[in-house]
Each structure stands twice: as C-alpha cells, then as structure tokens.
C-alpha cells in the first residue's frame, strides 16, 4: 500500500473530521505550484456543487424551494472560485 497523507476538515461548529489520500494524489490533480489544500477544497466545492446540481435537476419531482437556493448559492460559489458556470464546467444546462 502507499503512504497516505491526511487532510482535516473544520465544520462551522468546530468539529473536525480527517481523509487520508495517498501520497502523490493531491499533486497529481494540481497546477504548477499550487497550494496543497487548495486543491483538496476545489475538489470539495467541485463535487459539492455537482451532487446538488443532480440532487436539484436530475432526481424525480419537483424539488423543495430550499434545495433550489441551496444548488443556486453552490453553483455561484463554483463561478466565483473557477470562473465559469457550473454549466459550462458540466457541460450542459437546465
């Protein structure tokens, strides 16, 4: 098995909880010089933002309002970190 490297999350309310990933992972998913946990926190807001957009559009029914605001403020998250729509990144829109 690989070495690992662990990486923590701080919630809003202070609990914590680690991931390891193996060693060389991270880099391989970086650009040139790119922070560490920068590149674990855009994978985090990257993923997030894709599991509300297929909670939101992709699930059978209409969706609460709630759930719609939710997915709209993660996909304006997504633009202001990567400079391009969720949609665009996906490859489709709603």
């Given amino acids: 098995?690989?070495?690992t490297e662990t990486y923590t999350v701080t919630g809003p309310n202070g609990n914590e909880d680690?991931?390891?990933?193996?060693?060389?992972l991270v880099d391989m998913l970086s650009d040139h010089g790119e922070e560490p946990t920068r590149v674990v926190t855009d994978v985090l807001l990257n993923v997030m933002a894709q599991q509300a957009h297929a909670i939101t559009h992709h699930s059978e029914g209409d969706v609460p309002e709630d759930v719609q605001d939710i997915n709209d403020t993660a996909?304006?998250?997504f633009e202001e970190r990567f400079g391009e729509s969720l949609e665009d990144a996906l490859g489709h829109s709603h």
């Fill in 18 to 24: 680690t991931v390891e990933l193996p060693v060389g």
């Fill in 1 to 3: 098995m690989a070495e």
């Fill in 75 to 77: 996909a304006e998250l």
